[in-house]
């Protein structure tokens, strides 16, 4: 399997996901927990959020793109704790995702991320940025200066405050240092799809059953099955509607396997949802001739379609 | 000499509702004082301080309905001290003899105790209405009483209190003959109440407007309910979350689409793009949607916004972004009012949320906004002309930009010139907030320009007393002054010695007033109560918070030990 190489692929490796981590904001402390660096190893921010127009317009391009909601925390943390399956990059806002996705898919994508985000900023941005951003990168994993807060300021009112404050410990997916349920709040499990040019991570917890993990996933990676489908000019039609892309998620090409606890890998689906979060160590969408004799599902679907 | 009969003279006074109108009449002559005193069934006071209810009661022998605000508004930040006051139970004894048939009481940052309650509940027969907005002081327990006592409660209102939630069973307390109800608002508090009772409850008030659950009501109770309620005009959801096993998304659909009457939305906690599309059968007469609790994304708003093209009102976090906010431009052509929160106000080193441009968008698709909150970290002079430029309607507008004292950020220019260009161009402004870094000039403007201006919030701003000073000599209209972290000293305190007795309160905190300052204004106005509030450390010349208000009751007797009535 080529996973592992097409992770460095964008040059996203643990080591600089560490500097990484230092931009995103939602750390409000340094983070021990593996959990949050790793997922800062596979975000896709390149630049600080709300300032891109251009890479809005990118983003439009690739309407899937869209799904890739953003980790605005509610309270904000790294994931979307949208238990309805639409989970997200962390720690950026739509705009990073758009700048992401330009990234990935415009001729200019180069497999030296940082260099990118320097381009990209210079390309987009107004030039506080540049100062915003050195503020941020201070340091590996280090937070630039708390500034201390102020009593009643902004002026938000407690009932508010401590709502948001719930928001933030509420879900269980919430990987923060503050206000979260500790160690047993999330579960991040890597996402490998054959032919992906990158992992994703994804919070299991969130999720209460395999329905809306596949729903979740099905957004998520619905883009490289887009890609696959224009590549190779299926019927060549312009917009693949949703069905089809379900068909194909699904449908004869697409196995959903997962490695447990022991080392196996299996068929998603065969044992209770609490079972498979608890021995699930990471997910892989089998995809192509892998795949073809698998699962009994798939078997059916191909013979359906034909 | 007045030609009319005093009963008709009453009558046709008694038509007059609005409490300013009410008070020029009391103005004109003997005669129309009296009649209006006794054909006043509501009086609003803005604040309890300001007179006793011995007074109240004196002079308004009729009345049926009292709205009480009591604490400086910035209690609501934690910057007054608990126990400083305002408690309402002196109200209460004074009104169980003179308003035995008092019906409605609402009550505004004032301190009310279970105990209080429970008076309330049994001392007034025909009490029919509560509404409790930012109080404190009270337990679930206060409002078992109520909810057992009033057989004839029509509004039962609990909002954003600070309230020691014991549990839900005070809404089991209502009794099985009570249907009158038809206000029920308890969004706020968070202990999980009986849905059997609740259900039961909402089917028999046949009369039920107003429907706030809180966040513990799921989908499929909602739903329940709104069978029971279709005629609903505001409502107030619960959690918009769940793991559902069957897919009742069209019954769902269904129920809010026959609730044909909704005008209100609120609540939709944790709303996901799965559960939020139910809600479209009824966006189209929606006038006020309240998404601030809604953790939304610009996407999910955008879709949402295209069915509500009626919107006057719209409350949202800032988790929609600009993006969110160029929908709002575009959908909402008829807004007058946003407010925009912020979802994580306090971590500091995020930068999420809405910018200037977000603004400027919803700037250019509402012109005829007239209310705006919005907080932000980032914003421009140029952007805040334009705005103003677009909406020259603003009556309230309340910017925050969350870092104090932050200039603009594009030019590094002080935000003078944003206040500026609103208070030149939108002559109908009554309220402002500003913020962000500031120098005299901005008040320079505002003294200057703003004629109609009744409130101002200042935090972090200022370069001298000037600054206040300008403000003090223009603003004719002033009525309400609340400043914290500023550069003003005794000179800016004295400079307005002409002026609080028009107004209603000064607020000044972590400013540089001092003792001095504040006896010599006391001594200047006798009708004025000048508070200080001691503060722990700190040497004792240094007046950390005053609190200025005029009244016609003398100073205070109810003041705890910290606070000093000069």
């Known amino acids: 399997m080529s996973v592992p190489l097409e992770h460095d692929y964008i040059g996203l490796s643990d080591a600089s996901s560490l500097e990484r981590s230092s931009e995103s904001s939602n750390i409000s402390s340094d983070s021990e927990t593996n959990n949050v660096l790793n997922l800062k190893a596979t975000e896709l921010r390149l630049g600080l959020p709300g300032f891109a127009k251009n890479s809005e317009e990118n983003a439009t391009k690739f309407a899937h793109v869209k799904n890739f909601m953003s980790g605005a925390k509610r309270g904000f943390s790294d994931v979307n704790l949208d238990g309805s399956g639409k989970w997200a990059l962390n720690g950026g806002s739509e705009a990073d995702l758009g700048k992401a996705s330009s990234v990935l898919f415009s001729p200019r994508s180069g497999i030296n991320g940082g260099l990118e985000k320097n381009q990209v900023q210079q390309s987009i941005s107004p030039p506080n940025i540049e100062e915003k951003k050195k503020e941020h990168v201070t340091g590996n994993g280090a937070l630039p200066s708390a500034k201390a807060q102020v009593v009643g300021w902004p002026p938000i009112r407690s009932f508010r405050k401590n709502t948001m404050a719930t928001n933030l410990s509420k879900g269980g997916g919430d990987a923060a240092a503050e206000g979260s349920s500790g160690g047993g709040g999330c579960l991040y499990v890597k996402v490998s799809m054959d032919g992906a040019p990158y992992l994703r991570k994804i919070d299991l917890k969130i999720y209460h059953n395999y329905l809306e993990l596949s729903k979740a996933l099905e957004k998520m990676f619905s883009c490289f099955t887009l890609g696959q489908c224009t590549s190779s000019g299926l019927r060549g039609r312009e917009g693949i509607c949703e069905s089809k892309l379900k068909d194909l998620l699904h449908g004869s090409e697409c196995v959903l396997t997962y490695e447990d606890k022991d080392g196996d890998w299996m068929l998603v689906g065969d044992v209770p949802w609490e079972m498979f979060i608890d021995s699930c160590k990471r997910l892989r969408i089998m995809k192509g001739s892998e795949a073809i004799g698998l699962a009994p599902r798939s078997m059916e679907k191909c013979k359906n379609k034909n | 000499m007045c030609p009319f009969p005093d009963e008709v003279l009453e009558r046709v006074l008694s038509l007059i509702d609005s409490h300013k109108d009410r008070s020029s009449v009391s103005l004109v002559c003997k005669d129309w004082y009296n009649a209006e005193r006794w054909s006043r069934r509501h009086v609003f006071i803005g604040n309890c301080y300001?007179?006793?209810?011995?007074?109240?009661?004196?002079?308004?022998?009729?009345?049926?309905?009292?709205?009480?605000?009591?604490?400086?508004?910035?209690?609501?930040?934690?910057?007054?001290?608990?126990?400083?006051?305002?408690?309402?139970?002196?109200?209460?004894?004074?009104?169980?003899?003179?308003?035995?048939?008092?019906?409605?009481?609402?009550?505004?940052?004032?301190a009310i105790s279970d105990e209080s309650l429970e008076f309330l509940a049994t001392n007034f027969q025909g009490f029919k209405s509560l509404s409790l907005l930012s109080c404190d002081g009270f337990?679930?327990?206060?409002?078992?009483?109520?909810?057992?006592?009033?057989?004839?409660?029509?509004?039962?209102?609990?909002?954003?209190?600070?309230?020691?939630?014991?549990?839900?069973?005070?809404?089991?307390?209502?009794?099985?003959?009570?249907?009158?109800?038809?206000?029920?608002?308890?969004?706020?508090?968070?202990?999980?109440?009986?849905?059997?009772?609740?259900?039961?409850?909402?089917?028999?008030?046949?009369?039920?407007?107003?429907?706030?659950?809180?966040?513990?009501?799921?989908?499929?109770?909602l739903q329940k309910l709104l069978l029971h309620a279709p005629q609903l005009i505001e409502l107030g959801t619960g959690t918009f979350m769940q793991e559902l096993v069957s897919d009742p998304i069209k019954d769902l659909k269904n129920t809010f689409g026959n609730c044909k009457k909704l005008v209100t939305l609120s609540g939709l906690w944790d709303a996901t793009p799965l559960y939020l599309p139910v809600i479209y059968p009824a966006c189209v007469n929606l006038t006020f949607l309240n998404l601030s609790y809604?953790?939304?994304?610009?996407?999910?708003?955008?879709?949402?916004?295209?069915?509500?093209?009626?919107?006057?009102?719209?409350?949202?976090?800032?988790?929609?972004?600009?993006?969110?906010?160029?929908?709002?431009?575009?959908?909402?052509?008829?807004?007058?009012?946003?407010?925009?929160?912020?979802?994580?106000?306090?971590?500091?080193?995020?930068?999420?949320?809405?910018?200037?441009?977000?603004?400027?968008?919803?700037?250019?698709?509402?012109?005829?906004?007239?209310?705006?909150?919005?907080?932000?970290?980032?914003?421009t002079n140029a952007a805040v002309a334009t705005i103003a430029r677009n909406c020259p309607d603003f009556t309230h507008f309340r910017l925050c930009i969350m870092n104090p004292g932050q200039p603009d950020y594009l030019t590094k220019q002080p935000m003078d010139e944003a206040f500026g260009s609103i208070v030149k161009t939108c002559t109908k402004l009554q309220r402002l907030a500003v913020s962000g870094l500031l120098t005299d000039r901005t008040f320079e403007y505002i003294g200057k320009y703003s004629k109609n201006l009744e409130t101002l919030s200042i935090a972090f701003a200022g370069s001298s007393d000037l600054g206040m000073e300008y403000v003090m000599g223009g603003c004719p209209k002033l009525r309400k002054l609340e400043i914290r972290d500023c550069p003003f000293g005794n000179a800016a305190l004295l400079s307005g010695l002409t002026k609080y007795e028009s107004m209603r309160s000064l607020w000044m905190s972590a400013c540089n007033v001092t003792m001095n300052g504040c006896e010599v204004l006391a001594k200047e106005r006798p009708r004025l109560n000048v508070e200080v509030m001691k503060d722990e450390d700190g040497d004792g010349s240094q007046a950390h918070k005053v609190y200025v208000y005029r009244t016609v009751a003398g100073p205070r007797r109810d003041a705890p030990p910290f606070v000093i009535t000069l």
């Open chain 2, 294 to 379: 809604a953790t939304l994304r610009s996407g999910e708003l955008a879709n949402l916004l295209s069915h509500c093209k009626n919107l006057r009102r719209l409350w949202l976090l800032d988790t929609v972004g600009d993006k969110g906010l160029e929908a709002v431009g575009s959908s909402c052509p008829l807004l007058e009012e946003l407010r925009v929160f912020p979802a994580d106000p306090f971590d500091q080193e995020i930068f999420l949320g809405v910018t200037e441009s977000g603004f400027v968008s919803v700037s250019h698709g509402c012109p005829k906004l007239r209310y705006v909150l919005y907080f932000c970290r980032q914003m």
């Open chain 2, 139 to 221: 337990s679930t327990d206060g409002l078992k009483a109520i909810a057992t006592h009033c057989k004839n409660l029509t509004e039962f209102d609990i909002q954003e209190n600070g309230i020691d939630d014991l549990g839900g069973h005070w809404l089991s307390c209502f009794p099985e003959t009570l249907t009158s109800l038809q206000v029920l608002n308890f969004a706020s508090l968070n202990s999980e109440v009986s849905f059997e009772a609740l259900e039961k409850l909402i089917s028999r008030s046949k009369s039920l407007r107003v429907l706030k659950v809180n966040r513990n009501i799921s989908l499929d109770q």
């Open chain 2, 50 to 110: 300001s007179v006793s209810p011995e007074i109240v009661a004196a002079r308004f022998p009729r009345i049926r309905s009292v709205t009480l605000k009591g604490k400086p508004r910035f209690s609501d930040f934690n910057l007054v001290p608990e126990d400083w006051g305002a408690d309402v139970h002196p109200w209460l004894s004074v009104f169980a003899t003179a308003y035995p048939f008092l019906e409605e009481l609402r009550l505004k940052r004032m």
